[in-house]
């Protein structure tokens, strides 16, 4: 069943100076509950396409459609959006940072902090509600900024390489979480990553765009063997690394055609 | 070796760091006092003009017991404090509705770089005939000396706070107010606390000039009327009480940047 769909979409941006295509027609769709990945080299416009899926801006032309509804109509449309660092608001507790959309879209303040308890042990944190983010570490951090984000039950997460910035070990475990309360909540899932293992670990299909101007290059589906493992087991399985190979040569040829 | 011991050890070292400083710095005050108290009676200097600390604390005990020292200074620190914070306040709302609309920002550019630039206190005839020679004339000085450079500082504050605590926001529909109050404002506490302690010293001089111009009640009131009858201790004296009441002014707005910014 689809659940997303990105037709025709042209975006460029303008300045007194410039005009540059960073995506160019734009056709994709995407299921209920899939998790998906956006790769490409820089320039190719991944981050901005997951804006505009953010409902940030509107793209030039075209359109992006959730259940049939253009996102720029539906002003209730609840979206996840996850940056590279936290963004946690340095003066709230972690509490109210965990309820801070709850609170936006006025819902009752005893039933969030009991909705924000959950989350941050779903989130595999211990109590740490009344806290203030400097007391956290990065890898924390990012997990209350995860419970943030999944406290307004948002129809889609959007991922803007939300584990870069993360140690090696802390992004390894993040990404099983997020992989495994996905599943759990039956969450859609769009991923933007310039680590082709993590796109491959963590998907059910992934986008490769090239770039300049930005255009669906080619789509991959993620073998059913990978698919059902962890992301960190899957690193591990041989249909991976086979994979793993073609994106990377598909990447290597793209970025050929554009220095000749 | 014991971490406890050598924690204490370090500790002693603090206190007694701390201890020297404070002995410095009251033997420089206590230095300044003698010296001019020397300089004054051995007439180093023209005790005219320069007058002497024990003159000073005579005529202080005798302003104190007619009530006029009394009198005089609370009229100024009243107008003092309210110039200071209609002039914060004041200059934190347009800059909010400079955020609000960026188009307005961009057509009022020119005449906040005009109104910052020229000296406010050459306002001060204008304002006192218009408002009339008194209270609310001064107060309207104290507060106008700081409104623009505070509504151009906190402006830059609020356009340099991080655009992705926005695109927070902004994914769970918050409205720009909300954004104002989430994350604006807040984010902008740092620079509005240096803004008062700035506006501290500003609303002082609007004061004290309004005064001067006024000239009928208050501490520059004082001043002016020393200066005209040469009693320089009086002038003196009232620039003791100046200096004290603006340091206790600053020292308030420090412990309100405390109470603010709890998370730094």
Request: net charge neutral; with cysteine; hydrophobic share 45%.
């Amino acid at each position: 069943m689809t659940f997303l769909t990105v037709s025709k979409v042209h975006h460029t941006y303008f300045s007194s100076k410039t005009a540059t295509e960073a995506l160019q027609d734009i056709n994709l769709s995407i299921d209920k509950g899939e998790f998906v990945s956006f790769i490409g080299p820089s320039g190719c416009g991944k981050t901005t396409l997951l804006s505009i899926l953010a409902g940030l801006f509107r793209p030039t032309a075209g359109k992006v459609l959730i259940d049939n509804q253009d996102i720029h109509e539906n002003a209730d449309l609840s979206i996840g959006y996850m940056l590279q660092q936290d963004y946690l608001f340095p003066w709230k507790t972690i509490e109210e940072n965990v309820t801070l959309g709850l609170k936006l879209l006025s819902k009752e303040k005893e039933a969030a902090n009991e909705l924000a308890s959950k989350l941050l042990s779903d989130v595999g944190l211990p109590p740490v509600e009344k806290k203030y983010p400097r007391e956290l570490s990065g890898g924390m951090r990012q997990r209350v900024a995860l419970a943030r984000t999944l406290a307004v039950d948002p129809k889609i997460l959007l991922l803007d390489e939300p584990f870069s910035a993360l140690d090696y070990q802390s992004k390894l475990k993040l990404e099983d979480l997020v992989h495994k309360l996905m599943k759990e909540y039956g969450k859609t899932a769009v991923l933007v990553t310039h680590d082709i293992g993590e796109a491959i670990a963590m998907s059910d299909r992934i986008f490769l765009f090239s770039a300049r101007p930005g255009r669906l290059h080619q789509t991959f589906e993620v073998p059913e063997e990978v698919r059902s493992l962890t992301p960190f087991e899957a690193r591990a399985n041989p249909s991976y690394s086979t994979l793993f190979q073609t994106i990377w040569k598909e990447l290597e040829s793209l970025e050929h055609q554009q220095s000749s | 070796m014991n971490i406890n011991s050598l924690h204490e050890q370090f500790k002693a070292n603090l206190r007694k760091e701390k201890r020297w400083v404070r002995f410095y710095q009251i033997l420089i005050l206590v230095l300044f006092f003698v010296l001019w108290e020397v300089a004054s009676s051995l007439r180093w200097i023209d005790q005219l003009i320069f007058s002497s600390p024990t003159k000073i604390g005579q005529l202080f005990v005798e302003k104190v017991a007619d009530y006029s020292l009394l009198y005089h200074s609370s009229y100024t620190l009243f107008e003092t404090v309210l110039g200071f914070i209609l002039g914060t306040l004041v200059g934190t709302i347009l800059a909010a509705i400079l955020w609000w609309s960026p188009f307005l920002s961009k057509v009022l550019d020119p005449y906040l770089v005009v109104l910052n630039s020229m000296p406010k206190v050459a306002l001060g005839p204008i304002l006192i005939v218009a408002l009339g020679p008194g209270m609310s004339s001064i107060i309207t000085m104290g507060a106008l000396i700081s409104v623009i450079i505070s509504t151009i500082v906190i402006y830059t504050a609020f356009r340099t706070v991080d655009s992705n605590y926005l695109k927070v926001l902004q994914t769970f529909n918050a409205t720009r107010f909300q954004m104002f109050k989430e994350a604006i404002l807040p984010a902008s506490f740092p620079t509005i606390i240096s803004t008062l302690k700035v506006n501290v010293g500003l609303a002082w001089v609007g004061v004290i000039v309004g005064e001067f111009l006024v000239s009928s009640q208050g501490l520059g009131y004082l001043i002016i009327y020393g200066f005209q009858v040469f009693n320089f201790n009086l002038v003196l004296l009232s620039l003791l009480v100046i200096a004290i009441f603006a340091t206790i002014m600053y020292q308030l707005v420090e412990l309100l940047e405390r109470m603010l910014i709890k998370n730094e």
